[in-house]
């Protein structure tokens, strides 16, 4: 009954909270351990994985959690004070709490007999919005467990590119490969080739742009598009907003149709089902062929029941749905003087890179790139742009 109230199921709070004095059945923020959890997340959004950011806590000599516990609550301190796992950095990074919300019903055990915990699916766990305040923002949570998702390991030289695990090849959807070597005398021969060329005997064609390209070309996209959003804010959220209603009503309509469809399957396997009981009854129909089919039919009902409801769901989510322009254009407002890129600008501003074949035109080899941003996904410039708010209108 508690869970299922929004109250917190925990005996105790996670790093970065406490216990209201107040109130011990509220949590409020620990500004000192709060500083290290934002400076884990802030480090994740640089490209640093769980490893490299335990090893500079522990560098920097930042008091693990159990030391960091023992010294607030007077107990023995641990012989090693400073020694970050990735194991604890991971979980930190994981925990949903540090946006605001409570978390119930993460474990269960299936029997009072078996007292192992075990990991309950998502679906079954109740989230509760807003029972603290947040350490982190929702959208920077978010990002962090994509970015988690998509592991950038250094190639063998211990070097990593900014763009590692953002760039996608048009053609088969396959990350492409960040390539670079000792004996090159400089960068300019870093590249990225589709993970499934394989030297011309994988699936797919070469989809081959050296680094240092892309990132001027990168750096401009993302020069010209922040200046657009700036300048003509109300008219790039009017046309995002469209664009997002348009895609929304047709993946809608899509779902619409696979939900009308399994229902209408549901209803003929309830005859088919029916048909059998009474060919059984009459005796057509043996009963160890009845069980068979009955058997296989029933595991179809329960296979396309649990799609409907996932479709059910998915249809009411997003009903709900609005692009989130407003995040984006926070970003753009921060980053509106960009001058240069590092792994966390490109990590909070692009959800991904898409590169697509080069083409031939008049003698001349041309390459497209696309760039999806976060919260907003491609953004096209107009050719012919809006006028200028008033305010910035140049006289003539």
Known sequence: MRGEAGEHLASNPPYGYIK?????????????????????FDLCIAGKGPMQIAKILTAEKVLTVTAYHAKQKGWTMPDNLYGWNKKSIAGILERREYTGC???????????????????????????????????????????????????????????????GLVHCADCGAKLYYCTCNSYKDDSQDHFVCSNYKSNTGSCQIHYIREITLYKRVLECVQRTLTYVRLFQDDFTQEMLMQDEASRKAELAQKRKALSGAQKRMEDLDKIIQHLYEDNVLGKLSDLRFQKL???????????????????????EEAEQVSDVGRFLQLAERYSDIQELD??????????????????????????????????????????????????????
């Not at 970015?147 to 250094?154: D, Y």
């Not at 909070?348 to 080069?358: M, R, T």
């Open 20 to 40: 209201d004095p107040h109130d011990k059945k509220k949590w409020i923020v620990d500004e000192e351990a709060a500083k290290v959890v934002r400076r884990i």
């Open 343 to 396: 792994a966390a600008t490109v990590n909070e501003l692009i959800e991904k890179i898409v590169i697509h074949s080069p083409e031939k035109i008049d003698g001349r080899k041309h390459m497209t790139i696309e760039i999806y941003f976060t919260y907003v996904g491609k953004i096209r410039i107009p050719l012919q742009k809006p006028k200028l708010p008033a305010s910035t209108e140049k006289p003539a």
């Open 294 to 316: 009955s058997a296989q039919y029933e595991t179809e009902q329960a296979e396309i029941r649990q799609l409907s409801e996932t479709l059910e769901r998915e249809i009411a």
């Open 102 to 164: 409570t978390v119930n019903f993460k474990t269960y055990t299936k029997s009072l007999k078996f007292k192992k915990r075990l990991e309950n699916p998502k679906e079954n766990q109740r989230i509760f919005e807003g029972t603290q305040p947040a350490i982190i923002e929702y959208g920077q949570w978010e990002r962090v467990q994509v970015l988690r998702e998509n592991k950038r390991r250094p190639t063998k030289t211990g070097k990593t590119s900014i763009f590692s």
